[in-house]
């Protein structure tokens, strides 16, 4: 007896290459046979069979679209995994999962702590923070891994400062952060790590009521005292921006610097390049890498069109991202690292009313910290073979859990 395939293919698919999204996306997405092509249902975690969407244009235009929602609670919502449903509900909702005038609100609170000209300010607390963590680089073990010792670090404490979290806290956060991230973990598991640190962050606050701070989480204890937030919602939204604040550019810093190890060329660019060259390679990171890998996740809230296929209401959406920044329509050779590219309007940030709000700081850590790390050590490389690499694949934000480096 022949076993009988299930024809819906299961997302997240897996990787071939480390380096590279799954071949089974770009086929999806660059099929011209199927009526619609671009557009495909896809069977998650639970059974369920959301749309996916693979197109740049298509997925620009969806993450734009209001008739999506990002509200995780709505019944068709395609959770990335079960821990992620569970947790999405009650004190623990934080705005990237709001709509509409909820979701204005909330982020309205805190656009103005991220504007590039308030981010611009940080730039030397980040140069001393890279050259602080350099320097005990250099003078601790070698090998070591790039990670702990740098990686994770730099935006951890930079988060820290910018939010008032105080950093002598950070293994408690980051370990409670990562079983959060964990595509794996138990859904108790998961709401407890979410609600520990909601906990933690609101304490936070609170002090802030009593002994007013000029912080993020000082300014947000201010709409508390003024009856504008409650503490759970500024809990949600600190949460949100300690979390997002620090495991996606971590990775970026560790999984860009491998990147580059691999394609010696490039990083003689970021090396030497002046300031224009090093933010486009940054640019190009960041599209090649698109490391929040698994789609942005999307419920239609009534009919809608998108590449040619009918949604109906109540039908899940995964935009996947990570498809749509390697569209050849979009990009020629998309599947090259090339840092010189031009313009480069990738959709790693994501798009419309949910578009990364710490984008100008990931940018300028990032702008600053590969240069660095290359200029301090130019012999820097890699201990083990790719094969030994422990690759993030369990995990809602790519990277590499650990990379081993010489220097
Ligand atoms: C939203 C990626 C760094 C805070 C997003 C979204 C993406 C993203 C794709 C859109 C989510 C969606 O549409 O569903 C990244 C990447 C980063 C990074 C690749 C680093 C390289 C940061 C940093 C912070 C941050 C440093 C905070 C300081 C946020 C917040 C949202 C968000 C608050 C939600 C915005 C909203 O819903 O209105 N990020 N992010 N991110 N990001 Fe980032």
Do not use: K
């Amino acid at each position: 007896m022949t076993a009988v395939t299930d024809p819906v293919p299961t997302y997240p698919m897996t990787r071939g290459c480390p380096f590279d999204p799954p071949a089974e996306l770009a086929r999806i997405r660059d099929d011209e046979c199927p009526a619609e092509p671009g557009v495909a249902r896809v069977r998650i975690w639970d059974g369920s069979t959301p749309w996916l969407v693979t197109r740049y244009d298509d997925v620009r235009a969806a993450l734009a679209d209001e008739r999506l929602s990002a509200d995780a609670d709505r019944d068709g919502y395609p959770a990335a995994s079960r821990s992620r449903r569970v947790r999405s509900r009650g004190r623990r909702r934080s705005f990237i999962m709001m709509d509409g005038p909820e979701h204005a609100r909330h982020r309205r609170m805190l656009i103005g702590e991220f504007t590039v000209r308030r981010i611009e300010r940080l730039r030397p607390l980040v140069e001393q923070t890279v050259t602080a963590l350099l320097d005990a680089m250099e003078a601790g073990e070698n090998p070591t891994d790039l990670v702990q010792a740098f990686a994770l670090p730099l935006p951890s404490l930079v988060i820290c400062h910018l939010l008032g979290v105080p950093y002598a806290d950070h293994a408690f956060f980051e370990a409670q952060s990562r079983i959060m991230v964990d595509l794996t973990s138990g859904a108790e598991a998961s709401a407890a790590a979410s609600d520990a640190l909601q906990d933690y962050l609101a304490g936070l606050v609170r002090e802030r009521l009593d002994e007013p701070r000029d912080d993020v989480l000082g300014g947000m204890a201010a709409r508390v005292a003024a009856g504008d937030l409650t503490v759970d919602e500024a809990s949600a939204s600190a949460l949100l921006l300690l979390v997002a604040g620090h495991e996606t550019t971590a990775n970026m810093i560790a999984l860009g610097t491998l990147t580059l190890l691999h394609h010696p060329d490039q990083l003689a660019v970021v090396r030497d390049g002046d300031a224009a060259q090093v933010r486009a390679a940054v640019e190009e990171l960041l599209r090649v890498l698109t490391v929040t890998h698994v789609g942005r996740r999307r419920v239609a809230t009534e009919d809608l069109e998108i590449g040619g296929v009918t949604i109906r209401a109540g039908e899940g959406v995964v935009l996947a991202a990570e498809a749509a920044n390697r569209d050849p329509r979009q990009w020629p050779h998309p599947d090259e690292v090339d840092v010189t590219r031009g313009t480069n309007r990738h959709v790693a940030f994501g798009f419309g009313v949910h578009q990364c709000l710490g984008q100008p700081l990931a940018r300028l850590e990032l702008q600053i910290a590969y240069p660095a790390l290359l200029r301090r050590f130019p012999g820097l490389r890699v201990t083990v073979p790719d094969s030994e690499i422990p690759f993030r694949d369990d995990m809602a934000v790519y990277g590499v859990h650990a990379l081993p480096v010489a220097f």
